[in-house]
């Protein structure tokens, strides 16, 4: 079957009627097309939907080539296409809820949750040194995929009973934390500790407590219902000598680790949660649906580790990031035969990027070429000026400058946090959280001293002396003796 001209067949998506969500003009539109259209054409890509997000929302949606070349039909927003391994950020998800709701611990071993575990192999490590924090984060050494797995076939043990039948063959190949060792064994078996914690089939609590409240009723896990199947683009395999592409074999059934079906529709509203937890503390914490705390998604979207010595690659919860011309890029790939997916965001600009693509691409170059664009368009513009969230009365006592033997900085009230400003050290800007005690704080996350106590002390009359943080003392230089 041979691929027809893909010259004028970008259908750009601005202003269309997207389902609820409002499609601002971009103008940055004739851009995105243009870049979207050669990179179609150059790689001899069947075709492609893409999306991209400014100040969090999604402002153009185009598309590229076909959705299925037998029938001529074009993809659009609503075209669904396998996001394959982006499905690993809704489990890494459902997860950090299970977290947030004290059913478990990002340390707890895998073991405690998954008796089965204690028969695995540990002939090159302690299966107990595989925690959930570290199958988030493929750190866990675990074999890369279920056994029998051959993606020629393709063959792939999608059910996790079958695989934990077979727990004795189940091994950490490398020990825990030595290198970054990507698994889908390791999502298969986090699914299951979803399902074993929540008492609810893993499928089912992804769909009713992340899908539903975001309103993504166009993703799903298959088998998909007829309204849905209806919208599948169809998958295409290159061939290296020829524009002939064969449609790409059948799948086996996959869940936790790369089963989810979407769109750009929907997956604008994954990238918006994400982004709504950067920017403005006070709005971030009402920007999340309920779906997930701001503080929890900026913990997933955080670097844990470097994956590669060019120091170009890390890992957080779920998410990883790429350094590509200077910026840092939040992202996930997906990739199943037929099928190559990305989603990107930059948390400091609000811009990001969806690439979905129904053949052999590489969708994260796409993604993040288009969200620079967008980038370069959200630096040129003014910044937008808001009012300040109110102070809690409580806090005005504690503001100044403070000084002391080996350390000073300003406390102010920046951004609707307790924050310390050091002027000589723009880097150190740590935030202090409200405990129970009006005198004593946490330091927030990102720094030497985050999680350890702060207190105020005051004079008899109540006024603020001095400060004890972490292992430093320092005084209020105020005149506390004088002041009214």
């Known amino acids: 079957m041979r691929a027809p001209d893909y010259d004028c067949l970008v259908d ?7 389902g609820g969500l409002s499609v601002a003009e971009s103008p940055q539109a004739d851009r995105y097309e243009a870049h979207a259209a050669t990179f179609v054409k150059e790689h001899r890509l069947p075709g492609a939907a893409l999306g991209v997000l400014e ?3 999604l402002v153009w949606s185009g598309s590229v080539g076909f959705a299925d070349l037998a029938t001529g ?26 977290l947030a709701a004290g059913r478990l611990q990002l340390d707890d071993q895998a073991v405690s949750f998954l008796p089965e575990l204690g028969r695995a192999s540990r002939r090159f490590a302690p299966i107990e040194g595989v925690t959930i924090r570290r199958l988030l984060s493929h750190e866990s050494g675990l074999r890369s995929d279920p056994l029998g797995t051959d993606w020629a076939v393709p063959r ?6 079958a695989t934990l039948a077979q727990v004795e063959e189940i091994a950490a190949v490398i020990p825990p934390n030595r290198q970054w060792k990507y698994s889908n064994l390791g999502y298969q078996l986090l699914g299951e500790i979803v399902a074993r914690v929540s008492g609810i089939p893993y499928v089912d609590y992804v769909i009713s407590n992340i899908l539903q409240p975001l309103g993504m009723a166009s993703t799903s896990f298959e088998p998909l219902p007829r309204h849905l199947a209806d919208r599948v683009a169809t998958g295409y395999i290159g061939r290296a000598f020829s524009d002939e592409l064969d449609v790409a074999p059948v799948m086996p059934p996959v869940f936790a680790e790369g089963g989810l079906w979407s769109c750009v529709e929907d997956l604008s509203r994954w990238l918006k949660l994400q982004l709504g937890a950067h920017g403005d503390v006070a709005v971030a914490e009402h920007a999340t649906g309920g779906v997930l705390g ?20 890390a890992w957080g919860i779920s998410w990883s990031a790429v350094r590509a011309n200077d910026v840092i890029w939040v992202q996930h790939s997906g990739g199943l035969p037929g099928y190559r997916t990305n989603v990107c965001f930059d948390p400091r600009s609000g811009v990001g990027a ?30 937008e000026l808001s009012r300040p969230p109110a102070m809690p009365p409580r806090y005005r006592p504690l503001l100044g400058a403070y000084r002391g033997l080996d350390m000073s900085f300003f406390l102010e009230w920046r951004d609707g946090e307790l924050t310390c400003v050091n002027p000589e050290d723009p880097t150190w800007r740590p935030t ?5 005690d009006d005198d004593s704080f946490l330091v927030g996350p990102g720094y030497r001293e985050s999680g350890e106590r702060v207190t105020f002390e005051r004079l008899p009359d109540g006024r603020v002396a001095s400060a004890n943080l972490t292992a430093h003392t320092v005084r209020r230089q105020d005149d506390v003796t004088t002041d009214g």
Do not use: C
């Open 12 to 18: 750009a998506g601005v202003g269309d009627d997207t």
């Open 55 to 57: 100040d969090g929302e």
């Open 73 to 98: 039909r074009r993809p659009d927003e609503s075209s669904l296409y396998r996001i394959a391994s982006i499905t690993k950020t809704f489990t890494g998800t459902a997860v950090m809820q299970l």
């Open 156 to 161: 792939y043990e999608g059910d996790v009973d």
């Open 294 to 313: 701001a503080r929890d998604l900026r913990e997933m979207h955080k670097a844990r580790y470097l994956a590669d010595d060019d120091w170009t690659r």
């Open 354 to 383: 969806i690439a979905l693509i129904n053949g052999a691409g590489d969708a994260a170059a796409l993604a993040i070429g288009l969200a620079g664009i967008a980038r370069e368009g959200a630096r040129a513009k003014a910044p």
């Open 432 to 436: 202090l959280a409200a405990t129970d």
